[in-house]
């Protein structure tokens, strides 16, 4: 699956003539629209209509800057690459000071682009995970009944799974948030939940990883190693446990 591409600029011709070079697909990125309104690009990316913004300045129009900060009023985190015709010091200045991943000046060489956009996919990387961890954290929460765990149990817990994104967390790193020694936590946590904290956490990572791949953007040993299993075989068999399934099945 293929990042989208929006070109922001004011001539077709830079969509047909971006269009044609081998890079974005070898980089695994596609055109799929053109706009010549900032307003536009940035409506089209809060509405998950493309991965990428690669505009073009062109002078007297140059818009960059202006496409910039109405991605950051909007609070988007999309990465954009600009690339102008002439070489503008407080132009270029300003975008990178806005998030701009690169600012190219023409004529542009294939290995620039690869650089830019090679930086541009992690951004993107980032944002994906983030994304679908949030998905399966609350997912997961949801699954806990408010009238057995109580809210306040539930905000905690909230809390332990936001600060620790990113990182396996134990019963003792779980038990430690809670004020209780491991024993007293798991005895608790089963109480309010049903279930034991290694088998909340263990469905929740499995989601979390299905979700991953369900984007497309990932291959299953990916998964794995940012899971943190010790092997895209293991990881294969607990995600089969746990979710009834395999985890190609997930990949798009």
Do not use: W
Not at 104 to 118: F, G, H, T, W
Not at 130 to 139: N, T, V
Not at 143 to 155: E, K, M, R
């Amino acid at each position: 699956m293929q990042y989208r591409v929006m070109v922001v600029d004011n001539s077709n011709y830079d969509l047909r003539h971006y269009s044609s070079m081998p890079v974005f697909t070898e980089c695994g990125f596609e055109m799929c629209a053109h706009t010549s309104e900032p307003a536009k690009a940035v409506s089209a990316a809060a509405d998950d209509e493309c991965d990428m913004l690669l505009c073009i300045n062109r002078p007297t129009a140059v818009i960059a800057a202006d496409l910039l900060k109405r991605s950051v009023k909007a609070g988007l985190n999309i990465p954009t690459i600009v690339i102008s015709r002439v070489n503008a010091a407080n132009d270029m200045r300003e975008c990178f000071l806005l998030g701009a991943v690169d600012y190219l000046i023409e004529p542009v060489m294939d290995e620039d682009i690869r650089s830019a956009l090679n930086r541009a996919q992690k951004v993107i990387g980032k944002r994906i995970i983030s994304a679908e961890y949030d998905k399966a954290m609350e997912k997961a929460l949801s699954a806990i009944p408010v009238q057995q765990a109580g809210q306040s149990f539930l905000d905690k817990l909230r809390e332990l799974l936001i600060k620790t994104q990113g990182t396996a967390i134990t019963v003792e790193v779980a038990a430690d948030h809670f004020g209780f020694n491991p024993d007293y936590f798991g005895r608790y946590f089963k109480q309010r939940t049903g279930v034991s904290f290694s088998e909340f956490y263990k469905k929740l990572a499995m989601d979390y990883g299905g979700m991953i791949l369900a984007s497309g953007h990932y291959k299953v040993h990916e998964v794995s190693d940012l899971l943190g299993f010790a092997s895209p075989d293991y990881f294969t068999r607990v995600f089969k446990k746990v979710t009834g399934e395999l985890p190609s099945s997930f990949k798009k």
